[in-house]
């Protein structure tokens, strides 16, 4: 059936047929004309011609860049190559005939009371302007939640204040006792400033190093109105710390083994452990070149 308002133009397959949408035109007007079968669709000899011309257009208009088999370009070939032949003859120079046992991990450890990085030592201050400084950052970052920024504890939640504390700078105090309640943590009853407190101190002797202790304990003994280590060289440095470790022995720095106040007590105030004051070996060291 033709339709006389749409005279199809000549077909003239793809040749001359400039975009989809002149094929398009084309293949409306077509359609419109062909003779349409039962079912409404054109007649089956008609389709492949259709669709193929159709994908020639489209093909041609738009050129899909296709997944090739285009061969390795010479220069990657070359550099990959390259490399290659280096990786071998590194992993065969390098790798001790890939023995397991060559690379041990062990040699790795830290001596006990090593820093982190590898064969540097930990700072050991000994002047009061240095344990004050590192305390002082020590002390907000480890002690103030419970003892206050200034010093004076929680009475309330069973905190004692460290201002004033007889256990610092009274009739309690000493730097054997201290680096103990700091390593070990305290437990049990404690009487500060005329009253009793029985809460827990928390042991930092797993947590914080030697020379940290010193510093914190040495900022609390000197802040607000303490000043135990006026005009003298400060009590408390790394070598008192490590002192008292060594003389506690096994006992453990995890909270499970704390020290209580009577323990304490039984530690004559002129008691110091053996080796708490740096050793000649240790002076001799710091007379190395100083640190920047
Ligand atoms: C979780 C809270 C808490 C933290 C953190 C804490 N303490 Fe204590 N501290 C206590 C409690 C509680 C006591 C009393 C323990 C008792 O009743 O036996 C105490 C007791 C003390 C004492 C002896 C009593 C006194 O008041 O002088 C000293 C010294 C002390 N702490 C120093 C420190 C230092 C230094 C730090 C930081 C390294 C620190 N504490 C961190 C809770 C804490």
Partial sequence: MSTPTNPAPEPDPVV?????????????????DASMTADGMPPEDEEPDTIQRLLAVIARENAEPRDGFEPVPFWVACVFGTLLAWGGYYLGTNTADFRKDVFDRSDLRMPEGGSAAANVPD?????????????????????ASCHQPNGQGKPAENIPPLDGSEWLVGDQASAARQCRIVLYGLSGPVTVKGRTFNGVMPNQGNIMKDYEIAAVLTYARNSWSNAADKGKPPAITAATVRAARAKEGTRKTNGTQPVSAPELQKLPLDYSDSGATPTPEKKDEKKDPPKP
């Fill in 16 to 32: 001359g047929v400039d975009s989809v949408l002149d094929i398009h035109r084309q293949l409306m007007a077509e359609l419109n």
């Fill in 123 to 143: 700072p050991d201050p000994q002047t009061l302007e240095e344990l004050m400084k590192i305390g002082g950052q020590k002390f907000q970052a480890v002690c």
